[in-house]
């Protein structure tokens, strides 16, 4: 299907899964917001309600002990995805953000507010140091990745405003693929109500 002649819902809205967007044809999804906003588990929700693969992101991005796959690398191993009929990715960041954008049928902004988000990412980021949580390719969180400043705490609280004005841009350019803002936690439900099972 092409997902660029698709309406546009408002901040907050839903599309029932009957109207605006024919939601039982999509299969190449961006779940999009800031640290925290439960990227991943609406991912997870997604690919098991549609049955569509999830690739969580983080493990594109990161080897082992916290080192950065070089971005020329983390580009062609989501081109080699998005060249797929089917996914779902939990984000996007510099250097290939247009590679998911120029295939998705839809992107999904979580657009919570800032305090919320950044209660959920505190907690998420307590739970973790406290467990031992593995986040992915054996890395865990550790004190002092908390405490540096390129801490996804750090990372929040600089980068809020600039991915929610990212999200209203990508919403109103008419080439790019349809984007759904969510404003909250029941915004979100209220739409999964009305998503098929397969």
């Not at 109207?19 to 779940?31: G, H, K, M, Q």
Request: some cysteine.
């Amino acid at each position: 299907m092409s997902g660029r002649q698709a309406g546009n819902p408002g901040a907050g809205e839903a599309y029932s899964g009957q109207r605006d967007f024919p939601t039982a044809e999509l299969s190449r999804i961006l779940v999009y917001g800031v640290h925290g906003c439960g990227k991943s588990t609406l991912a997870q929700r997604l690919s098991e309600r549609l049955g569509l693969p999830w690739y969580p992101v983080d493990d594109l991005l990161w080897e082992p002990n916290w080192v950065e796959v070089p971005v020329a690398r983390q580009r062609s191993r989501i081109e080699t995805i998005c060249r797929r009929d089917r996914w779902i990715l939990d984000g996007a960041y510099h250097g290939w953000r247009d590679v998911p954008l120029a295939r998705a049928d839809l992107v999904i902004g979580l657009d919570y507010p800032r305090g919320l988000s950044f209660r959920w990412l505190l907690r998420r980021t307590l739970r973790r140091l406290s467990t031992g949580e593995e986040i992915c390719n054996g890395n865990r969180e550790s004190l002092g990745s908390v405490l540096s400043t390129e801490s996804v705490l750090m990372w929040h609280l600089t980068e809020f405003a600039r991915e929610r004005r990212r999200l209203r841009d990508w919403r109103a350019d008419p080439a790019g693929p349809p984007v759904l803002l969510l404003d909250s936690p029941e915004a979100l439900e209220r739409w999964l109500a009305g998503l098929p099972h397969r």
